[in-house]
């Protein structure tokens, strides 16, 4: 230790040294916090020599983290009843009505073709019209079946979970996203009490520096700097977890559980329009790796209408022609009488008597299963196509976004740090280690820039 004199004589000259010290550990501090921040999140792939290198933590733990996040969202924000009891199967049965018919005349004669050929051959122009018409009607009518069956058996045929992982793993910016944008003001939080507490810490480095001018002091402070500030950063984000007053003066709050109401909307916002919207939602359900599942659940549906509708050829033709007058322009007399039984006979005899001799019907119906198997998976993956200008109305339906920030809100103060917890705490000691060996570093760099100037 130096004798008074000689630090006044020091200070005297080096002053301009002295000055600086608080400053350049406030760099150090906040420098050190905006590397360790981009090396949470940079590179997204390894880069290095072997094992020597570095990856982003964030990409280097994406499916652990994804894990933990997905369950919590799942488990506790929202479920895939919660989103398909939203829908109004009525309304969106109205609003596809146009491309479903569409779609419907395109299905109808591919599966006539493969399992009614005959009966399918035999019929005029006219006859197929009102047969592929009478499909358009019952389609319209079956959606809301459809979706009640999607109710009843929505665990079944679809995991919520296993889209949501699949959608954040797809897209690493989506994660990557989700901790800047939900967590921005806890990461400015962090760069500016690096910046804070090194300046401060930067006076008790002078002190040590004037009394014992030890080349050692300015690189163990760089690394206690380094490693301080991202220690108290991380504690005072998420802690306490209630208000808390300190020395009869400060309150405190950990700024994540602080900031719950925006960060709930936030989130919310996030998930709703980047994970969970209705178009990504549909295109899980009916064309991802259950989609099989979905047109099963579908074709017991689409079974019990074609042996309603459809098990009596003679039936549907008399009654489409009955809509086309046929029966009014009998009873008027412009045709003569039997003219209607007529037409039948000459359209359906051919065809529904060798069938009904072994069915009791004039169509085949040991084809009816493997018919609505058919229109179902058919049907299934047209489906997004169908819903694709009904979007916005789904979306509007499901209430994503408000959904989550209610449903935030509502969480424990525990629940609530586990939804951006997982992103420090993952690597937390080697972040904060990072940060310690980056500000030894610029520590050393310090003291030989102040032995350089100091005279």
Known sequence: MRDWSAIVEDLQVNWIVYVSMPFIAGAIGYLTKLAAIKMMF????FRGIGKLGWQGIIPRRAPQMVEVLCQTLTGRLISAGDIVDRVDSRELARRIERPLRKEVARIVPIVAEEYQPALWHVLPGPARDMVVQRAQEIAVELIPKFVKQLRKNIDDVFDLQEMVTAEFLADPDILERM????????FAFIRQSGLLFGFFIGFIQAAIWALFHEPLVMPIFGLFIGWFTDWAALRLIFNPKEPK???????????????????SEEYGILIGTRVLTSEKIIASMFTGPRAPEVA??????????????LA???????????????????EAGLVGQGAVSSVLGALTGAVTRPLRNVTGSGLDLAQVDPMARTAAKEFVAVLPDVLADSLGHLDAQLQIKETMAEKMKAMTPDEFEGVLRPAFQADERTLIMVGA??????????????????R
């Open 312 to 330: 009596d050829v003679e039936t549907l033709v008399r009654r489409e022609l009955g809509r086309l007058g046929f029966d009014e322009l009998e």
């Open 296 to 309: 099963d659940l579908f074709s017991g549906v689409i079974r019990k209408a074609l042996r309603e509708e």
């Open 245 to 263: 007053k300190y020395l009869g003066i400060v309150t405190w709050h950990g700024l994540f559980l602080k900031h719950r109401i925006p960060v």
């Open 42 to 45: 940079r590179p997204q792939k």
């Open 179 to 186: 901790f800047l944008d939900v967590g921005r003001r806890e």
């Open 437 to 454: 060996l980056l500000g030894f570093l610029v520590g050393e760099l310090h003291v030989q820039l102040v032995e350089h100037f100091s």
